[in-house]
């Protein structure tokens, strides 16, 4: 009779605690939801309908845009920044591609498409309609944004509006036309979406081991043969054969360093945001360059990656073209 009670015993503290931890996971389920609808009344209320309002409601009233280079330091100065956006691209529309989320964290992979009709950086209007990509990673903080991260295709944008002519035979992303500029078709590849902390782990061996140290034996164990890249800085790397060819014949810096400033995993996912540091071989100039970059995995490989990086910046100090108000405009 003892053991029986024992059995009981165990059998309902068992069942108890799948039952706590089911309900942790739903309300952490319920709060990464509340604050995806966060971000995304910014985007699409302030940004696409012009309801500055809102930002009073979503932004924080010290909230900080970019936190890791700060443009705007304020709520107030946030109001400023859409409604001068909305002045140069009056009908922009910002397209939530995708959404994901873990603990005070949202990331949202991007693209835009607008009419150029205001001033921009010196560039007078065009009439041009443009189409660029990026992602955003917002930190939230009592109910409201506090500040946010954010890499995306500045070159690509500079390219369409005519501020940087084509130049062929230079790098691909300084030559791009047309579709080049978007994300590129869904990889339809499925299989065990693994869990995040699992996914997490594969990514920073990616980083650690592929990048960092350049074993490019990992290659073929960490990424799926049926990878698909969207890059839209590196237009002609977009399948698994394309990547490990890139990667194999990059002249990989001694002095390379990439280091992720974070990592954020739901479901089959994983957001990267790293800061790279190196100096470019042929130039001899020691630049930085910073980007997020969204990974998706199945059966514990990554088959499909998107890119967002300042690729602008990063030509821009290697001095292939000088920076806007030196004569770029």
């Known amino acids: 009779m003892l053991k029986v009670r024992e059995t009981l015993s165990f059998l309902i503290a068992v069942i108890a605690l799948g039952v706590l931890l089911g309900f942790m996971a739903g309300c952490e389920k319920a709060k990464t939801e509340k604050n995806k609808a966060i971000v995304r009344s910014l985007l699409e209320e302030a940004y696409n309908q012009g309801n500055l ?49 873990e603990g005070d964290k949202v990331v949202t992979r991007w693209t835009i498409v607008a009419t150029h009709k205001g001033e921009l950086m010196g560039i007078p209007p065009t009439g041009v309609q443009v189409t660029f990509t990026g992602i955003l990673i917002s930190r939230i903080a009592d109910g409201k944004i506090a500040g946010d991260w954010e890499n995306w295709d500045g070159l690509g ?48 061996r990616e980083i650690e081991d592929i990048w960092n140290q350049g074993n490019l034996d990992l290659i073929d164990e960490i990424y799926a043969t049926d990878l698909v890249n969207h890059d839209p800085c590196w237009p002609e790397v977009r399948d698994f054969e394309s990547f490990k060819e890139w990667v194999a014949t990059m002249d ?15 479901a089959d996912k994983v957001a990267e945001r790293w800061t790279a540091t190196f100096t470019e071989p042929v130039s001899g100039v020691q630049v930085t360059m910073t980007g997020i970059i969204i990974l998706r995995l199945a059966d514990g490989k ?8 300042d690729f602008l910046g990063l030509v821009q100090q290697l001095g292939v073209i000088p920076a806007m108000g030196e004569g770029g405009e």
């Open 252 to 266: 990989r810096p001694p002095d390379q360093d990439i280091t992720f400033e974070d990592l954020i995993g739901e």
């Open 157 to 204: 944008l500079m390219q369409q509006l005519g501020a940087i002519p084509p130049m062929p035979g230079a790098l691909p992303a300084l030559d791009r036309k047309g579709e080049d500029f978007l994300w590129g078709e869904p990889s339809g590849v499925t299989g065990d979406p693994g869990d995040p902390e699992t996914n997490k782990a594969i990514v920073r």
């Open 302 to 309: 990554i088959v499909e990656m998107w890119w967002a990086k």
């Open 53 to 101: 309002d809102v930002i009073d409601e979503v932004c924080a009233a010290n909230y900080t845009w970019p936190m890791d280079n700060p443009q705007v330091h304020s709520s107030e100065e946030m109001k400023e920044h859409v409604a001068g956006v909305r002045t140069t691209f009056p009908d922009i529309h910002i397209t939530a591609e995708d959404m994901i989320a």
